[in-house]
């Protein structure tokens, strides 16, 4: 079992930045892709972002290229969001997601293990 919880949510105007962290802990996640999805009210969840446990090619949604940045820190089993120039558009609760497997995906019914979330609210 992997366990992932979230933390950094918060309610910031229009154009300000926020830092999501998601600790990781449980089995080894070395082979894992992780993400980000999140999902605002009456819509669905959407990707937002992933990255290898161990590799560097990071993965965007089209909405937050330029102003969301993955990263992981292996040392402390912590994966990061950046989030910056956000927007009222952003607000939703922002999960991270574990999914074992060969080929990043972002199909949220694919990943094997969420957080609980955590709540991101921009205001105009």
């Known amino acids: 079992q992997v366990q992932l919880v979230e933390s950094g949510g918060g309610s910031v105007q229009a154009g300000g930045s926020l830092n999501l962290s998601c600790l990781v802990s449980g089995r080894a996640v070395g082979t894992y892709f992780m993400a980000w999805f999140r999902q605002a009210p009456g819509k669905e969840r959407e990707f937002v972002a992933g990255?290898?446990?161990?590799?560097?090619?990071?993965y965007y949604a089209d909405s937050v290229k330029e102003r969301f940045t993955i990263s992981r820190d292996n040392a402390k089993n912590t994966l990061y969001l950046q989030m910056n120039s956000l927007q009222p558009k952003d607000t939703a609760v922002y999960y991270c997601?574990?999914?074992?497997?060969?080929?990043?995906?972002?199909?949220?019914?694919?990943?094997?293990?969420w957080g609980q979330g955590t709540q991101v609210t921009v205001s105009s």
């Open positions: 997601a574990a999914d074992r497997t060969t080929l990043p995906r972002t199909s949220s019914g694919q990943y094997d293990y």
């Open positions: 990255i290898w446990w161990i590799g560097s090619d990071p």
